[in-house]
Every structure is written in C-alpha cells, then in structure tokens.
C-alpha cells in the first residue's frame, strides 16, 4: 500500500510538471535546460515519495541565473496548505554558513580581529589553559567538546545566545585550540555571541542587516516561535512507525548561529550565487571562505566556515553543507567551476546522508543538453 501511494505522489508531481506554464507560484524553470530539469525533477520526486516528505522545496542556479525553483506538497498538512518557494523551513545546521559570512564581514570591517581571545570580547567569559583565538570558532578548530543530546534540544523557551553559553563554558578544552576538528554548535554560537557583543547588536540584526537586506533574502529569518513569521511551515518528525507526526515544539534562538535559522532552497542558492559572484563578498572573501586550514602534524581541515569540501567521482571539486534539526533539514551544493548551486529544504527531520543534492547536479555538469537525447 505504501509502495502504491508514494507512486502516485510521484506520477501527480510529474504530470503537474507537464501542466505547468514556465513561472506559476510553486515553481520557475528556464526552458533552455528543460530536458536537464525533467531528470532531476524525477530523482526530486521519488526522494520526496520514498522518505513521506510533507513538503519541500529545491532550487538549482547555472551561469549566475536561477533555473529551477519549486515548492513541492505541503507547508502544513492539517490545514491542506501546499508548499510554495517563498515558504520559509528550518534548515538546520545550514545555518552556520550565513554566521561565518557575518564573521568573515566583521573581520573585513576591522571590528572582529581573528587572533583575538573570545575574552577580548566577552570579558566575563572564563580563562581556558590555551589561548582561545575566535579564528577557531568557524573551522570547530577551538577544543570545544561537542554538546550532548539534551544540549542540543533545549526544551526552554526565551533562552538567549549569551544565556546559551552556560552549558559548556565552564568546561576544559578537550585539546589545544588548532589540533583536531570536532564539530560542536558551541563553537558557532559561541562567535555568534562575540559578534554580539562586539558589535552591540543582535544576531537577528546582524543576519538583516549583512545578509538578508543585502542579498534581498527574502525568506531567510531567525525562527522566533513567539512571533508570527509569515509563510513559516509547520515541522513534521516521524514516530517509531514510520508515521509522520508534528514535531514537539522548540525554541532554537539560544542556538540561532548554528541551526537555528529558517530558510529555503531558493534563498540559499542566491547566497550560493552570491558568495561565486557578487561585488559584495568579492574574490578575496570567497578564497577565505573556503579556505581550509593546517591542523597538527601537517594535516588539511576538511571543513571551512560551515563548508565540507572534496573531489566527486570525476575529480570535479565541490563545496557542500547540509544540516538535519528538529522538524526539518536542508543541503546546499557548489561546484565552483561549473558555476552550479543546488539546494533544498524541507519541512521534516531528515537524515543529512541521503539528501539528493548530489544526483541531481548530476543532470547538470554534462555538456548542457546533451541528456535525454
């Protein structure tokens, strides 16, 4: 019965695709890469059939230009409200790229200085055995230990970044800051408060006024469940069945730096575009934005300022990150050399893993229209 209804989720997506004209409100396309999009827009529906995503949305950018967008199923299911691509989706650990971007602005601007101690900046925050330079905090180069389950999903409500800093602060440093890479959102929400602190302004402010104002990121907001967001969806988990269920409620403001964020595929591939292309982050911010870093004994960071980078099958480099929260999920793909952006987001607790980001760039680093000919 499953295997049944997830086809015709995948044959009514597919004959919509055939219906529609080239710009409604669900979804845009560039009738020159249309024989590219079909293909990919399979792969989109079957992930979307086989994991009962209640709804999503998925976005690629060529040449500087967005060529696809779509909102698929639903941004709430029991009010029967479909998904659109302005709807706005938590995206997880995702979040951090926008955090990093703001850093790496502020060091630009002369107001963060990277080889100063967090305690330059936030005086009250405790001594550690090593210097603590917030130059590790974007790489989780800092020794900071990694949170812990319930850490990582506060059940408070009105928890603020600062406030945040309670949990880990107080604790040693696992290794000297510079050795190892660990993966902690204290580290981001940690230079989230520095940027804080050093600027006097609010992180949500911060994300206007050097990302979102900017970049005309229309959709992309720190989640606030006490304010009324406009076109913010509902967020769905899965029971121990498989079912889909509404995900418990959360307040992320304490960890807005790091996953915090809501967002969607086609706010995060204009800021895809943005960071290969645009006058205001330039090439200098792009080579340090992805610039990994040396690490003890000679070895390279695999991770730069929320980004994962590697060599796919054909040696073709590409720059990712994906993140999985409570209630939602997203991914971002960059192959700089084809000028290629793929992203998406949805509104369910999904496994960062099997995001098919990655099959569907597939479609679109052959010789353009070359597939399904």
């Given at each position: 019965?499953k295997?049944i209804?997830s086809?015709?989720?995948?044959?009514?997506i597919?004959l919509?695709?055939g219906?529609c004209e080239?710009?409604?409100?669900?979804i845009?396309?560039?009738k020159?890469?249309?024989?590219e999009?079909?293909?990919?827009?399979k792969?989109?529906a079957?992930?979307?059939?086989?994991?009962?995503i209640?709804?999503?949305?998925?976005?690629?950018?060529?040449?500087?230009?967005?060529i696809?967008?779509?909102?698929?199923?639903?941004?709430?299911k029991?009010l029967?409200v479909?998904?659109t691509?302005?709807n706005k989706?938590r995206?997880g650990?995702v979040?951090?790229?926008f955090?990093?971007a703001i850093?790496?602005?502020l060091?630009?601007e002369?107001v963060?200085?990277p080889?100063?101690?967090?305690?330059?900046?936030i005086?009250n925050?405790?001594a550690t055995?090593?210097k603590?330079?917030i130059?590790?905090?974007p790489?989780?180069t800092?020794?900071?230990r990694?949170e812990n389950l319930?850490?990582g999903d506060?059940p408070g409500?009105?928890?603020?970044?600062?406030?945040?800093l309670e949990?880990?602060?107080?604790?040693?440093?696992?290794?000297p800051p510079?050795w190892y890479?660990?993966?902690s959102?204290?580290?981001?929400?940690?230079?989230?408060?520095?940027?804080e602190?050093a600027?006097?302004k609010?992180f949500p402010?911060l994300l206007?006024?050097?990302?979102t104002?900017?970049?005309?990121?229309?959709?992309?907001?720190v989640?606030?469940?006490?304010?009324t967001?406009?076109g913010?969806?509902?967020?769905?988990?899965?029971?121990m069945?498989?079912?889909c269920?509404?995900?418990?409620?959360r307040?992320?403001?304490?960890?807005?730096?790091?996953?915090?964020?809501?967002?969607n595929?086609?706010d995060?591939?204009?800021?895809g575009?943005?960071?290969?292309?645009?006058d205001?982050f330039?090439?200098?911010f792009e080579?340090k934005y992805?610039e990994?870093i040396?690490?003890?004994?000679?070895h390279k960071?695999?991770?730069?300022?929320g980004?994962m980078?590697?060599?796919d099958k054909?040696?073709?480099l590409m720059?990712g990150?994906?993140?999985?929260?409570?209630?939602?999920?997203a991914a971002?793909?960059?192959y700089?050399?084809?000028?290629?952006?793929i992203a998406?987001?949805?509104?369910?607790t999904?496994?960062?893993?099997?995001?098919?980001v990655?099959d569907?760039a597939?479609?679109f680093?052959?010789d353009?229209?070359?597939e399904?000919?």
């Amino acid at each position: 019965m499953k295997q049944i209804f997830s086809l015709l989720i995948l044959v009514a997506i597919l004959l919509a695709f055939g219906a529609c004209e080239k710009k409604q409100a669900n979804i845009i396309y560039d009738k020159s890469y249309i024989d590219e999009i079909k293909l990919a827009r399979k792969d989109i529906a079957l992930y979307v059939a086989r994991n009962s995503i209640p709804g999503a949305t998925f976005a690629i950018a060529k040449e500087n230009e967005i060529i696809y967008s779509e909102g698929m199923g639903y941004a709430s299911k029991e009010l029967d409200v479909p998904m659109t691509r302005e709807n706005k989706l938590r995206i997880g650990d995702v979040s951090q790229l926008f955090t990093c971007a703001i850093y790496l602005k502020l060091v630009e601007e002369g107001v963060l200085h990277p080889d100063s101690t967090v305690q330059h900046y936030i005086p009250n925050y405790p001594a550690t055995e090593y210097k603590l330079a917030i130059k590790r905090l974007p790489y989780h180069t800092s020794g900071i230990r990694k949170e812990n389950l319930r850490e990582g999903d506060l059940p408070g409500l009105n928890i603020s970044i600062q406030k945040g800093l309670e949990s880990f602060k107080n604790h040693e440093l696992n290794s000297p800051p510079g050795w190892y890479e660990e993966v902690s959102m204290f580290n981001t929400n940690l230079l989230g408060a520095v940027m804080e602190r050093a600027t006097k302004k609010k992180f949500p402010v911060l994300l206007k006024e050097y990302i979102t104002d900017t970049l005309h990121l229309t959709n992309t907001v720190v989640d606030d469940p006490s304010a009324t967001i406009k076109g913010r969806t509902n967020f769905y988990d899965q029971n121990m069945m498989g079912q889909c269920i509404n995900a418990p409620f959360r307040d992320m403001r304490y960890k807005a730096p790091y996953e915090g964020i809501l967002s969607n595929a086609e706010d995060l591939v204009k800021f895809g575009m943005a960071i290969l292309e645009s006058d205001y982050f330039g090439d200098e911010f792009e080579e340090k934005y992805f610039e990994p870093i040396d690490l003890y004994e000679g070895h390279k960071s695999n991770l730069a300022n929320g980004w994962m980078f590697r060599l796919d099958k054909q040696g073709r480099l590409m720059y990712g990150s994906s993140g999985s929260v409570n209630g939602g999920g997203a991914a971002i793909l960059i192959y700089p050399e084809y000028k290629l952006v793929i992203a998406c987001a949805m509104n369910l607790t999904v496994g960062i893993d099997n995001l098919p980001v990655v099959d569907i760039a597939s479609h679109f680093l052959q010789d353009h229209g070359s597939e399904g000919k």
